[in-house]
Protein backbone atom coordinates (compact mmCIF):
# COMPACT_ATOMS: atom_id res chain seq x y z
CA UNK A 1 0.00 0.00 0.00
CA UNK A 2 1.27 3.15 -0.91
CA UNK A 3 1.18 6.02 1.79
CA UNK A 4 -1.78 8.63 1.13
CA UNK A 5 -4.12 10.48 2.77
CA UNK A 6 -6.83 10.43 1.34
CA UNK A 7 -9.19 13.51 1.96
CA UNK A 8 -13.10 13.11 0.24
CA UNK A 9 -15.66 15.38 0.68
CA UNK A 10 -18.94 13.19 2.15
CA UNK A 11 -21.98 14.63 1.07
CA UNK A 12 -23.67 13.40 3.97
CA UNK A 13 -21.39 15.62 6.56
CA UNK A 14 -21.02 18.20 4.42
CA UNK A 15 -17.37 18.09 4.89
CA UNK A 16 -13.98 16.46 4.02
CA UNK A 17 -13.23 13.46 5.67
CA UNK A 18 -9.56 11.27 5.54
CA UNK A 19 -10.76 7.80 3.92
CA UNK A 20 -10.56 4.80 6.43
CA UNK A 21 -12.43 1.40 4.82
CA UNK A 22 -13.77 -0.27 6.86
CA UNK A 23 -11.88 -3.88 6.10
CA UNK A 24 -8.20 -2.90 5.50
CA UNK A 25 -6.74 -2.94 2.19
CA UNK A 26 -10.13 -2.99 0.35
CA UNK A 27 -12.91 -1.19 -0.56
CA UNK A 28 -16.59 -1.48 -1.99
CA UNK A 29 -17.56 1.12 -4.10
CA UNK A 30 -20.78 1.57 -5.66
CA UNK A 31 -21.87 3.81 -8.59
CA UNK A 32 -25.30 4.53 -9.77
CA UNK A 33 -24.98 2.97 -13.68
CA UNK A 34 -27.13 4.17 -16.62
CA UNK A 35 -30.94 3.70 -17.76
CA UNK A 36 -30.68 1.52 -20.39
CA UNK A 37 -33.26 2.82 -22.56
CA UNK A 38 -31.74 5.50 -25.21
CA UNK A 39 -27.91 6.63 -26.09
CA UNK A 40 -25.31 7.59 -23.64
CA UNK A 41 -25.30 11.51 -23.56
CA UNK A 42 -22.65 13.51 -22.39
CA UNK A 43 -24.43 13.62 -18.70
CA UNK A 44 -23.40 10.04 -18.71
CA UNK A 45 -19.88 10.47 -18.76
CA UNK A 46 -19.57 12.57 -15.89
CA UNK A 47 -20.23 10.20 -13.21
CA UNK A 48 -18.22 7.18 -14.94
CA UNK A 49 -15.18 9.47 -15.44
CA UNK A 50 -15.16 10.81 -12.27
CA UNK A 51 -15.22 7.43 -10.81
CA UNK A 52 -12.61 5.52 -13.05
CA UNK A 53 -10.24 8.19 -11.80
CA UNK A 54 -11.47 7.19 -8.34
CA UNK A 55 -11.41 3.58 -8.96
CA UNK A 56 -8.18 3.83 -10.95
CA UNK A 57 -6.47 6.11 -7.98
CA UNK A 58 -7.74 3.64 -5.16
CA UNK A 59 -6.13 0.60 -7.16
CA UNK A 60 -2.77 2.34 -7.40
CA UNK A 61 -2.52 2.73 -3.99
CA UNK A 62 -2.59 -0.50 -3.55
CA UNK A 63 -6.48 -1.00 -1.97
CA UNK A 64 -8.05 -3.85 -3.75
CA UNK A 65 -11.87 -2.22 -5.02
CA UNK A 66 -14.79 -4.05 -5.43
CA UNK A 67 -16.10 -1.37 -7.62
CA UNK A 68 -20.26 -1.89 -8.54
CA UNK A 69 -22.00 0.23 -10.84
CA UNK A 70 -25.27 -1.05 -12.07
CA UNK A 71 -27.52 -1.21 -14.95
CA UNK A 72 -31.39 0.15 -14.27
CA UNK A 73 -33.08 -1.59 -16.99
CA UNK A 74 -36.72 -1.99 -15.14
CA UNK A 75 -39.14 0.10 -13.50
CA UNK A 76 -37.34 3.51 -13.81
CA UNK A 77 -40.62 5.70 -13.60
CA UNK A 78 -39.48 9.23 -14.73
CA UNK A 79 -41.17 12.62 -12.72
CA UNK A 80 -41.48 14.03 -15.73
CA UNK A 81 -42.26 11.23 -17.94
CA UNK A 82 -45.65 11.01 -19.63
CA UNK A 83 -47.85 9.25 -16.77
CA UNK A 84 -44.49 8.03 -15.12
CA UNK A 85 -44.74 4.74 -17.37
CA UNK A 86 -41.99 2.26 -17.59
CA UNK A 87 -39.54 3.65 -20.70
CA UNK A 88 -38.39 0.06 -21.39
CA UNK A 89 -41.73 -1.20 -22.14
CA UNK A 90 -43.42 2.32 -23.80
CA UNK A 91 -39.98 2.05 -26.44
CA UNK A 92 -40.48 -1.64 -27.04
CA UNK A 93 -43.95 -1.91 -27.79
CA UNK A 94 -43.35 1.17 -30.02
CA UNK A 95 -40.68 -0.38 -32.03
CA UNK A 96 -42.11 -4.10 -31.90
CA UNK A 97 -39.11 -4.89 -29.69
CA UNK A 98 -38.35 -7.27 -26.75
CA UNK A 99 -37.73 -5.25 -23.92
CA UNK A 100 -34.34 -7.03 -23.37
CA UNK A 101 -33.33 -6.91 -26.96
CA UNK A 102 -34.06 -2.96 -26.18
CA UNK A 103 -31.99 -3.22 -22.72
CA UNK A 104 -29.13 -5.43 -24.79
CA UNK A 105 -28.79 -3.05 -28.24
CA UNK A 106 -28.20 0.16 -25.55
CA UNK A 107 -26.27 -1.74 -23.18
CA UNK A 108 -24.13 -2.64 -26.05
CA UNK A 109 -23.76 0.87 -27.51
CA UNK A 110 -22.91 2.20 -23.77
CA UNK A 111 -19.94 0.08 -23.61
CA UNK A 112 -18.73 1.10 -26.93
CA UNK A 113 -18.82 4.85 -25.52
CA UNK A 114 -17.21 3.95 -22.01
CA UNK A 115 -14.12 2.06 -23.80
CA UNK A 116 -13.84 5.25 -26.11
CA UNK A 117 -13.47 7.27 -23.23
CA UNK A 118 -11.30 4.74 -21.54
CA UNK A 119 -13.28 4.18 -18.56
CA UNK A 120 -12.37 0.83 -16.96
CA UNK A 121 -15.21 -1.69 -16.64
CA UNK A 122 -16.60 -2.30 -13.29
CA UNK A 123 -16.01 -5.27 -10.66
CA UNK A 124 -19.88 -6.39 -11.03
CA UNK A 125 -22.14 -4.85 -13.71
CA UNK A 126 -25.88 -6.14 -11.89
CA UNK A 127 -28.78 -5.87 -13.65
CA UNK A 128 -31.88 -4.96 -12.15
CA UNK A 129 -34.04 -7.25 -13.68
CA UNK A 130 -31.75 -9.69 -12.79
CA UNK A 131 -32.55 -9.31 -8.79
CA UNK A 132 -36.06 -9.31 -8.58
CA UNK A 133 -36.11 -12.00 -5.58
CA UNK A 134 -33.73 -10.12 -3.51
CA UNK A 135 -35.71 -6.90 -4.04
CA UNK A 136 -39.05 -8.99 -3.09
CA UNK A 137 -36.96 -10.03 -0.06
CA UNK A 138 -35.83 -7.00 0.45
CA UNK A 139 -39.39 -4.91 0.38
CA UNK A 140 -40.45 -7.77 3.10
CA UNK A 141 -38.16 -6.66 5.75
CA UNK A 142 -38.93 -2.95 5.00
CA UNK A 143 -42.89 -4.40 5.59
CA UNK A 144 -41.83 -6.05 8.77
CA UNK A 145 -40.32 -3.27 10.16
CA UNK A 146 -43.37 -1.01 9.93
CA UNK A 147 -42.24 1.30 6.83
CA UNK A 148 -44.09 0.29 4.26
CA UNK A 149 -47.38 -0.69 3.23
CA UNK A 150 -49.31 -2.34 0.64
CA UNK A 151 -52.38 -0.25 -0.98
CA UNK A 152 -53.91 -2.29 -4.48
CA UNK A 153 -51.17 -4.55 -5.07
CA UNK A 154 -48.67 -1.74 -4.70
CA UNK A 155 -46.41 -1.07 -2.19
CA UNK A 156 -45.32 2.00 -1.09
CA UNK A 157 -42.74 3.33 1.17
CA UNK A 158 -44.15 5.41 3.96
CA UNK A 159 -42.42 8.82 4.22
CA UNK A 160 -43.93 10.51 6.94
CA UNK A 161 -44.11 7.92 9.48
CA UNK A 162 -40.69 6.84 8.47
CA UNK A 163 -39.35 10.99 9.11
CA UNK A 164 -40.71 10.62 12.37
CA UNK A 165 -38.37 8.16 13.71
CA UNK A 166 -35.43 9.48 11.34
CA UNK A 167 -34.54 12.33 9.37
CA UNK A 168 -35.45 11.90 5.78
CA UNK A 169 -33.69 14.18 3.63
CA UNK A 170 -30.85 14.74 5.62
CA UNK A 171 -28.53 13.62 2.85
CA UNK A 172 -30.12 16.73 0.08
CA UNK A 173 -30.95 19.16 3.40
CA UNK A 174 -34.49 19.20 2.94
CA UNK A 175 -37.07 19.18 5.24
CA UNK A 176 -39.90 17.36 4.91
CA UNK A 177 -42.47 19.90 5.76
CA UNK A 178 -41.33 21.97 2.26
CA UNK A 179 -41.48 18.67 0.31
CA UNK A 180 -44.71 18.15 1.18
CA UNK A 181 -45.44 21.59 -0.16
CA UNK A 182 -43.68 21.14 -3.61
CA UNK A 183 -44.45 17.61 -4.81
CA UNK A 184 -46.56 17.19 -7.68
CA UNK A 185 -49.41 15.63 -8.59
CA UNK A 186 -48.26 11.36 -9.04
CA UNK A 187 -49.70 9.16 -10.77
CA UNK A 188 -51.30 6.17 -8.67
CA UNK A 189 -51.41 9.49 -5.97
CA UNK A 190 -54.49 8.21 -4.51
CA UNK A 191 -53.32 5.15 -4.13
CA UNK A 192 -51.19 6.76 -1.31
CA UNK A 193 -51.14 7.60 2.19
CA UNK A 194 -48.91 10.68 1.44
CA UNK A 195 -47.89 12.66 -2.41
CA UNK A 196 -44.21 11.80 -1.04
CA UNK A 197 -44.85 8.31 -0.95
CA UNK A 198 -42.57 6.02 -3.36
CA UNK A 199 -43.43 2.40 -4.83
CA UNK A 200 -41.11 -0.28 -3.46
CA UNK A 201 -43.64 -2.52 -5.72
CA UNK A 202 -45.83 -1.40 -8.49
CA UNK A 203 -48.68 -3.67 -9.88
CA UNK A 204 -48.06 -3.47 -13.61
CA UNK A 205 -51.02 -2.80 -15.67
CA UNK A 206 -52.05 -4.85 -18.51
CA UNK A 207 -50.16 -3.18 -21.21
CA UNK A 208 -47.38 -3.42 -19.13
CA UNK A 209 -44.42 -6.12 -20.37
CA UNK A 210 -41.84 -6.07 -17.65
CA UNK A 211 -43.60 -8.29 -14.68
CA UNK A 212 -42.79 -10.69 -12.10
CA UNK A 213 -45.03 -12.31 -9.37
CA UNK A 214 -44.78 -10.84 -6.09
CA UNK A 215 -46.65 -11.33 -3.01
CA UNK A 216 -48.87 -8.49 -3.94
CA UNK A 217 -49.33 -8.47 -7.65
CA UNK A 218 -47.45 -9.16 -10.56
CA UNK A 219 -45.68 -6.18 -11.09
CA UNK A 220 -41.68 -4.49 -11.05
CA UNK A 221 -39.97 -3.29 -8.04
CA UNK A 222 -39.64 0.99 -7.86
CA UNK A 223 -36.53 2.11 -9.12
CA UNK A 224 -34.80 3.34 -5.68
CA UNK A 225 -34.64 -0.38 -4.67
CA UNK A 226 -32.68 -1.84 -6.60
CA UNK A 227 -29.40 0.00 -5.67
CA UNK A 228 -30.03 -0.39 -1.89
CA UNK A 229 -30.72 -4.36 -2.60
CA UNK A 230 -27.82 -4.89 -5.34
CA UNK A 231 -25.14 -2.61 -3.06
CA UNK A 232 -26.33 -4.88 -0.13
CA UNK A 233 -25.73 -8.15 -1.98
CA UNK A 234 -22.77 -7.28 -3.44
CA UNK A 235 -20.86 -5.18 -1.20
CA UNK A 236 -22.54 -6.33 2.37
CA UNK A 237 -24.49 -4.76 5.26
CA UNK A 238 -22.52 -1.59 5.37
CA UNK A 239 -20.09 -0.34 2.37
CA UNK A 240 -17.55 1.88 1.67
CA UNK A 241 -18.68 4.25 -1.32
CA UNK A 242 -21.42 5.32 -3.34
CA UNK A 243 -21.23 7.69 -5.74
CA UNK A 244 -23.49 9.28 -8.32
CA UNK A 245 -24.69 12.60 -10.04
CA UNK A 246 -25.97 15.24 -7.89
CA UNK A 247 -29.14 15.05 -9.63
CA UNK A 248 -29.69 11.94 -8.16
CA UNK A 249 -29.03 13.50 -4.41
CA UNK A 250 -33.02 13.68 -4.36
CA UNK A 251 -34.83 11.88 -4.38
CA UNK A 252 -32.87 8.61 -5.16
CA UNK A 253 -30.40 8.23 -2.71
CA UNK A 254 -32.63 9.71 -0.15
CA UNK A 255 -34.80 6.79 -0.63
CA UNK A 256 -31.97 4.66 -0.91
CA UNK A 257 -30.95 5.53 2.83
CA UNK A 258 -34.64 5.38 4.13
CA UNK A 259 -34.69 1.93 2.66
CA UNK A 260 -31.83 0.77 3.85
CA UNK A 261 -32.59 2.19 7.52
CA UNK A 262 -36.12 0.44 7.30
CA UNK A 263 -34.52 -2.73 6.32
CA UNK A 264 -31.21 -2.84 8.20
CA UNK A 265 -31.43 -0.44 10.81
CA UNK A 266 -28.76 1.94 9.67
CA UNK A 267 -27.92 3.71 6.52
CA UNK A 268 -25.70 1.22 4.73
CA UNK A 269 -23.01 3.99 3.44
CA UNK A 270 -20.07 5.61 4.86
CA UNK A 271 -19.20 7.84 2.08
CA UNK A 272 -21.35 9.40 0.11
CA UNK A 273 -19.75 11.16 -3.22
CA UNK A 274 -21.36 13.61 -5.83
CA UNK A 275 -19.96 14.88 -8.97
CA UNK A 276 -21.36 18.09 -10.11
CA UNK A 277 -23.41 18.76 -13.33
CA UNK A 278 -23.08 19.50 -16.61
CA UNK A 279 -24.70 22.44 -18.67
CA UNK A 280 -23.77 23.13 -22.46
CA UNK A 281 -23.50 26.60 -23.70
CA UNK A 282 -24.58 27.38 -20.10
CA UNK A 283 -28.06 25.38 -20.08
CA UNK A 284 -28.94 22.57 -18.26
CA UNK A 285 -29.52 19.71 -20.82
CA UNK A 286 -32.98 18.75 -22.19
CA UNK A 287 -34.59 17.88 -25.22
CA UNK A 288 -36.70 21.42 -24.75
CA UNK A 289 -32.84 23.46 -25.37
CA UNK A 290 -32.06 21.33 -28.45
CA UNK A 291 -28.87 20.76 -26.81
CA UNK A 292 -29.10 17.09 -25.82
CA UNK A 293 -25.98 15.63 -27.27
CA UNK A 294 -25.05 12.30 -27.00
CA UNK A 295 -21.62 10.72 -26.90
CA UNK A 296 -21.88 9.19 -30.22
CA UNK A 297 -22.98 13.06 -31.84
CA UNK A 298 -19.85 14.34 -30.04
CA UNK A 299 -17.43 12.19 -31.04
CA UNK A 300 -18.39 12.11 -35.25
CA UNK A 301 -19.61 15.93 -34.48
CA UNK A 302 -22.93 15.06 -35.75
CA UNK A 303 -25.03 17.69 -34.15
CA UNK A 304 -26.19 21.49 -35.02
CA UNK A 305 -24.80 22.77 -31.64
CA UNK A 306 -21.26 20.96 -32.52
CA UNK A 307 -18.54 23.12 -34.74
CA UNK A 308 -16.44 20.00 -34.91
CA UNK A 309 -16.05 16.65 -33.82
CA UNK A 310 -14.53 15.85 -30.27
CA UNK A 311 -12.53 12.75 -30.02
CA UNK A 312 -12.81 10.97 -26.74
CA UNK A 313 -9.90 11.53 -24.73
CA UNK A 314 -10.69 15.66 -25.38
CA UNK A 315 -13.74 14.37 -23.82
CA UNK A 316 -12.50 12.73 -21.36
CA UNK A 317 -9.61 15.81 -20.59
CA UNK A 318 -12.32 18.75 -20.86
CA UNK A 319 -13.90 16.67 -17.78
CA UNK A 320 -10.89 16.39 -15.64
CA UNK A 321 -9.75 19.91 -16.20
CA UNK A 322 -12.86 20.45 -13.62
CA UNK A 323 -12.73 19.42 -9.70
CA UNK A 324 -15.66 16.85 -10.42
CA UNK A 325 -17.67 19.11 -7.40
CA UNK A 326 -17.78 21.80 -9.76
CA UNK A 327 -19.73 22.70 -12.50
CA UNK A 328 -18.96 21.82 -16.24
CA UNK A 329 -19.87 23.76 -19.14
CA UNK A 330 -19.71 22.65 -22.51
CA UNK A 331 -19.57 24.81 -25.64
CA UNK A 332 -17.43 24.53 -28.83
CA UNK A 333 -15.13 27.34 -28.02
CA UNK A 334 -13.87 25.52 -24.62
CA UNK A 335 -13.87 22.10 -26.18
CA UNK A 336 -11.45 23.87 -28.92
CA UNK A 337 -8.88 24.97 -25.57
CA UNK A 338 -9.19 21.23 -24.51
CA UNK A 339 -8.19 19.96 -28.25
CA UNK A 340 -4.94 22.67 -28.29
CA UNK A 341 -4.63 21.91 -24.39
CA UNK A 342 -4.37 18.06 -24.79
CA UNK A 343 -2.05 18.33 -27.94
CA UNK A 344 0.30 20.18 -26.04
CA UNK A 345 0.49 17.46 -23.53
CA UNK A 346 1.04 14.88 -26.35
CA UNK A 347 3.50 16.77 -28.13
CA UNK A 348 5.67 16.80 -24.71
CA UNK A 349 5.21 13.37 -24.14
CA UNK A 350 6.00 12.02 -27.79
CA UNK A 351 9.08 14.49 -27.31
CA UNK A 352 9.78 13.23 -24.11
CA UNK A 353 10.08 9.95 -25.61
CA UNK A 354 13.07 11.12 -27.82
CA UNK A 355 15.33 13.16 -24.72
CA UNK A 356 18.63 12.26 -24.87
CA UNK A 357 19.47 12.09 -20.98
CA UNK A 358 22.80 14.70 -20.29
CA UNK A 359 25.44 13.39 -17.86
CA UNK A 360 23.84 15.79 -15.04
CA UNK A 361 20.92 18.32 -14.99
CA UNK A 362 21.34 21.55 -14.70
CA UNK A 363 18.09 22.38 -14.13
CA UNK A 364 16.14 21.10 -10.15
CA UNK A 365 13.27 19.61 -11.33
CA UNK A 366 10.39 18.86 -8.41
CA UNK A 367 9.01 15.76 -7.23
CA UNK A 368 6.05 15.57 -9.80
CA UNK A 369 4.78 12.29 -8.61
CA UNK A 370 4.62 13.56 -5.29
CA UNK A 371 2.92 16.72 -6.04
CA UNK A 372 0.29 14.85 -8.37
CA UNK A 373 -0.37 12.37 -5.22
CA UNK A 374 -0.78 15.43 -2.77
CA UNK A 375 -3.35 17.14 -5.70
CA UNK A 376 -5.11 13.50 -6.03
CA UNK A 377 -5.25 12.91 -2.30
CA UNK A 378 -7.62 16.18 -1.60
CA UNK A 379 -10.62 14.98 -3.17
CA UNK A 380 -9.37 14.03 -6.83
CA UNK A 381 -8.17 17.39 -7.41
CA UNK A 382 -7.61 16.60 -11.36
CA UNK A 383 -7.07 20.03 -12.57
CA UNK A 384 -4.11 20.72 -9.85
CA UNK A 385 -2.51 17.10 -11.16
CA UNK A 386 -3.09 18.49 -14.66
CA UNK A 387 -1.40 21.77 -13.94
CA UNK A 388 1.20 19.79 -12.76
CA UNK A 389 1.48 17.24 -15.85
CA UNK A 390 2.05 21.07 -17.81
CA UNK A 391 4.88 22.55 -15.48
CA UNK A 392 6.17 19.07 -16.46
CA UNK A 393 5.96 19.63 -20.29
CA UNK A 394 7.94 23.18 -19.74
CA UNK A 395 10.76 21.29 -18.39
CA UNK A 396 10.69 18.80 -21.66
CA UNK A 397 9.92 21.96 -24.19
CA UNK A 398 12.65 22.96 -22.76
CA UNK A 399 15.06 20.15 -22.94
CA UNK A 400 13.87 19.44 -26.19
CA UNK A 401 14.66 22.71 -27.44
CA UNK A 402 18.35 22.46 -26.01
CA UNK A 403 17.90 25.38 -23.55
CA UNK A 404 18.45 22.73 -20.64
CA UNK A 405 19.80 19.62 -19.84
CA UNK A 406 18.30 16.34 -17.92
CA UNK A 407 20.02 13.57 -16.58
CA UNK A 408 18.66 10.34 -16.85
CA UNK A 409 17.02 9.74 -13.97
CA UNK A 410 15.08 13.09 -14.27
CA UNK A 411 14.02 11.68 -17.75
CA UNK A 412 12.64 8.51 -16.08
CA UNK A 413 10.84 10.55 -13.43
CA UNK A 414 9.20 12.09 -16.38
CA UNK A 415 8.38 9.48 -17.85
CA UNK A 416 6.92 7.99 -15.09
CA UNK A 417 4.51 10.80 -13.90
CA UNK A 418 3.11 10.67 -17.44
CA UNK A 419 2.30 7.16 -17.62
CA UNK A 420 1.75 6.87 -13.74
CA UNK A 421 -0.88 10.09 -13.17
CA UNK A 422 -1.59 10.95 -16.66
CA UNK A 423 -2.13 7.40 -18.37
CA UNK A 424 -2.59 5.00 -15.42
CA UNK A 425 -4.91 7.45 -13.32
CA UNK A 426 -6.32 10.12 -15.13
CA UNK A 427 -6.84 7.44 -18.20
CA UNK A 428 -5.66 9.91 -20.60
CA UNK A 429 -4.18 8.10 -23.62
CA UNK A 430 -1.33 10.66 -24.96
CA UNK A 431 0.70 8.16 -27.27
CA UNK A 432 1.18 8.60 -30.67
CA UNK A 433 -1.57 5.85 -31.53
CA UNK A 434 -3.46 7.38 -29.05
CA UNK A 435 -5.17 9.28 -31.53
CA UNK A 436 -8.58 9.07 -29.16
CA UNK A 437 -10.43 6.56 -32.07
CA UNK A 438 -11.12 3.38 -31.24
CA UNK A 439 -7.86 1.48 -32.01
CA UNK A 440 -9.33 -2.21 -30.91
CA UNK A 441 -9.64 -3.65 -33.44
CA UNK A 442 -6.45 -2.37 -35.44
CA UNK A 443 -4.52 -3.73 -32.30
CA UNK A 444 -6.72 -7.51 -32.67
CA UNK A 445 -5.08 -7.19 -36.70
CA UNK A 446 -1.45 -6.14 -35.64
CA UNK A 447 -1.51 -8.84 -33.41
CA UNK A 448 -3.02 -11.27 -35.50
CA UNK A 449 -0.22 -10.39 -38.34
CA UNK A 450 2.32 -11.38 -35.25
CA UNK A 451 1.14 -13.72 -34.44
CA UNK A 452 1.18 -15.40 -38.31
CA UNK A 453 4.85 -13.67 -38.08
CA UNK A 454 5.38 -16.21 -34.98
CA UNK A 455 4.46 -18.98 -36.97
CA UNK A 456 5.93 -18.14 -40.58
CA UNK A 457 9.82 -17.74 -38.61
CA UNK A 458 9.18 -21.40 -36.68
CA UNK A 459 8.35 -22.70 -39.65
CA UNK A 460 11.87 -21.06 -41.19
CA UNK A 461 9.49 -19.44 -43.33
CA UNK A 462 11.69 -16.41 -43.84
CA UNK A 463 10.06 -14.44 -46.75
CA UNK A 464 6.46 -14.44 -45.05
CA UNK A 465 8.04 -13.33 -41.89
CA UNK A 466 10.22 -10.63 -43.31
CA UNK A 467 7.61 -9.20 -45.70
CA UNK A 468 4.99 -8.99 -42.69
CA UNK A 469 7.84 -6.39 -40.87
CA UNK A 470 8.98 -4.66 -44.05
CA UNK A 471 5.44 -3.74 -45.04
CA UNK A 472 4.54 -3.13 -41.54
CA UNK A 473 7.41 -1.05 -41.05
CA UNK A 474 6.26 1.01 -44.17
CA UNK A 475 2.92 1.70 -42.90
CA UNK A 476 4.61 3.15 -40.10
CA UNK A 477 4.55 0.52 -37.39
CA UNK A 478 7.80 -0.62 -35.35
CA UNK A 479 8.23 -4.69 -35.09
CA UNK A 480 10.82 -5.83 -32.82
CA UNK A 481 12.00 -9.49 -32.16
CA UNK A 482 12.58 -9.54 -28.07
CA UNK A 483 13.35 -12.62 -26.00
CA UNK A 484 9.73 -12.48 -24.75
CA UNK A 485 9.02 -12.64 -28.29
CA UNK A 486 7.27 -9.76 -30.62
CA UNK A 487 7.02 -5.90 -29.61
CA UNK A 488 5.19 -4.01 -32.19
CA UNK A 489 4.35 0.27 -31.82
CA UNK A 490 3.69 2.69 -34.02
CA UNK A 491 6.23 5.30 -34.61
ZN1 LIG B 1 -28.90 4.18 -7.77
Not at 46 to 55: G, K, N, S
Not at 181 to 204: S, V, Y
Not at 278 to 297: A, V
Not at 417 to 430: K, S
Request: proline share 4%; net charge negative.
Amino acid sequence: MKDHSLEIYNTLTRSKQTFTPLEPGHVGMYVCGPTVYGDAHIGHARPAITFDVLFRYLRWLGYKVRYVRNITDVGHLEHDADEGEDKVAKKARLEQLEPMEIVQHYLNRYHRDMAALNVLPPSIEPHASGHIIEQIEYIKKILEAGYAYESCGSVYFDVAKYNADNHYGKLSGRNIDDLLNTTRELDGQHEKRNPLDFALWKKASPEHIMHWPSPWSEGFPGWHLECSTMGRKYLGDTFDIHGGGMDLMFPHHECEIAQSVAAQGHDAVRYWMHNNMITIDGKKMGKSYGNFITLEQFFNGDHPKLAQAYSPMVIRFFILQAQYRSTVDFSNDALQAAEKALQKLQDAYARLQKLTPAEKSNVELPDYMKLCQQALDDDLNTPMVIAHLFDAAKHINAATDGNTKLSEADIKALKDVFDTMAGEILGLRLGAADTGADLTPYEGAVDLLMEIRTNAKQNKDWTTSDLIRDKLAALGFNVKDTKSGVEWSLK
